[in-house]
């Protein structure tokens, strides 16, 4: 077996929207370069997502050389969206991520109709033009931790061992794309071994290994399709990765450790420190 490597590398411009792979990627303090710097919200500020609007997977939206957007969907002319700026007069907004009141910039009313064309809903666009105004979640972040739009922490990791393994256990299988990661690791030989680990190094980039990632009804959804596919693989999931604190677990959130760095496909993944013993919240209890 090849020696633990980087196999994939993903970031989301937009939360909730499609995934974009690429080669290599800028880590900085707050997740990947681009990561979850732009947010669909509803029209009190709350953040839209795939758990109610499952379509949201098929909507594209890249980057543009001018710090903007493409965005593109099926049946819908694409439409560029130029970076917010608040010097040149974009509105100043607050929006909510959980339980977090997050300052943003409006994208515009034009942006703002396409969306809504799209989804059949009132919403807007907005933009995170400071990405260290986000602090994470104080349970298992430092003071000086910061996060784009995703949902708690900046980066999360998956392991192609731990998929084989559930999906060993799947009537039929369900690829990592569900997962949404950002980085996944081939060549770990023990599955969900990263439930122990507390800080790896990535090519170029060292992180901490904060938590188990609890999931969602998002991992339900066809990433290719925009469609709910019932309730796997949750379903399964719960019957052998329920934690004592509640939910299921697949994944690891990661803080990046010591500033920025960069990773690459097929970079070596080493991990620097491990814990003795599971953290009890996240210990995996009897599903009986």
């Known amino acids: 077996m090849r020696a633990p490597h980087l196999s994939d590398i993903r970031f989301y411009p937009v939360k909730g929207l499609r995934g974009i792979p690429v080669p290599q990627r800028a880590v900085e303090p707050w997740g990947l370069a681009g990561d979850r710097r732009w947010?669909?919200?509803?029209?009190?500020?709350?953040?839209?997502?795939?758990?109610?609007?499952?379509?949201?997977?098929?909507?594209?939206?890249?980057?543009t050389a001018d710090g903007g957007l493409l965005l593109t969907a099926a049946g819908h002319e694409p439409l560029a969206v130029p970076p917010p700026d608040a010097g040149a007069g974009s509105e100043a907004v607050t929006t909510v991520v959980w339980r977090s009141a997050v300052p943003a910039l409006a994208a515009g009313d034009t942006a703002d109709a396409w969306f809504g064309a799209v989804l059949g809903i009132r919403c807007r666009l907005v933009y995170m033009a400071d990405p260290a105004s986000r602090p994470v979640s104080p349970d298992f972040g430092g003071p000086d931790d910061r996060v784009s739009f995703a949902d708690g922490y900046p980066v999360l990791l998956t392991t192609t061992a731990s998929l084989a393994e559930l999906n060993r256990r799947l009537a039929e299988p369900v690829p990592m794309e569900r997962f949404r990661p950002n980085l996944?690791?081939?060549?770990?030989?023990?599955?969900?071994?990263?439930?122990?680990?507390?800080?790896?190094?990535?090519?170029?980039?060292?992180?901490?290994?904060?938590?188990?990632?609890a999931r969602c009804a998002v991992t339900t959804v066809d990433q290719q399709t925009g469609e709910r596919m019932g309730t796997e693989p949750l379903r399964t999931l719960a019957t052998f990765r329920r934690a004592a604190s509640g939910g299921v677990l697949f994944g690891a959130n990661l803080?990046?450790?010591?500033?920025?760095?960069?990773?690459?496909?097929?970079?070596?993944?080493?991990?620097?420190?491990?814990?003795?013993?599971?953290d009890p919240q996240f210990a995996i209890v009897d599903a009986d």
């Open 39 to 63: 947010m669909i919200v509803d029209r009190d500020g709350v953040f839209v997502s795939q758990r109610t609007l499952p379509p949201l997977a098929v909507i594209g939206a890249s980057p």
């Open 184 to 213: 996944v690791i081939d060549g770990v030989g023990q599955p969900f071994a990263e439930d122990r680990w507390r800080r790896v190094r990535v090519g170029g980039a060292v992180f901490r290994v904060v938590k188990p990632c």
């Open 255 to 278: 803080i990046p450790d010591g500033g920025v760095g960069e990773v690459r496909i097929g970079d070596g993944f080493e991990v620097l420190e491990i814990a003795p013993a599971p």
